[in-house]
């Protein structure tokens, strides 16, 4: 069984910047996770993909977080991270991790199998 554990969130001022890392863990053969993934949902609002990773490299990106949040990760320590910048009120929300093996459309969070269970981000004005 997989498990990912996620770390970073914190409360900020708009226009500042803020580290996620998401960390897996669990049998060795169960680590080819193939798609990796950041969600966050907001309360009242529906969960939604910010970004994703596939074992290609290739990443993508909702519209709101473009050019602001860059998604990274480190194979070796099985780590996923988001780097968020120029943070904006409206990007409070919790933040999950989510991995899986195979997935159709990288920023639907239906298509995910793991998820962590998340980390408080607050950007007051």
């Known amino acids: 069984q997989v498990q990912l554990v996620e770390s970073g969130g914190g409360s900020v001022q708009a226009g500042g910047s803020l580290r996620l890392s998401c960390s897996a863990s669990g049998p060795t053969f169960s680590l080819y996770l193939n798609c990796m993934g950041w969600f966050r949902q907001a309360p009242g609002k529906e969960r939604e993909g910010v970004a994703a990773?596939?074992?290609?490299?290739?990443?993508s990106y909702a519209d709101s977080v473009k050019g602001r949040f860059t998604i990274s990760q480190d194979n070796g320590k099985n780590t996923l991270y988001l780097q968020m910048n120029s943070l904006k009120p409206e990007d409070t929300a919790m933040y999950y991790c989510?991995?899986?093996?195979?997935?159709?459309?990288?920023?639907?969070?239906?298509?995910?199998?793991?998820w962590g269970q998340g980390t408080q981000v607050t950007v007051s004005s």
């Open positions: 989510a991995a899986s093996y195979f997935v159709g459309d990288l920023l639907t969070p239906s298509e995910y199998k793991y």
């Open positions: 990773i596939d074992e290609d490299g290739s990443t």
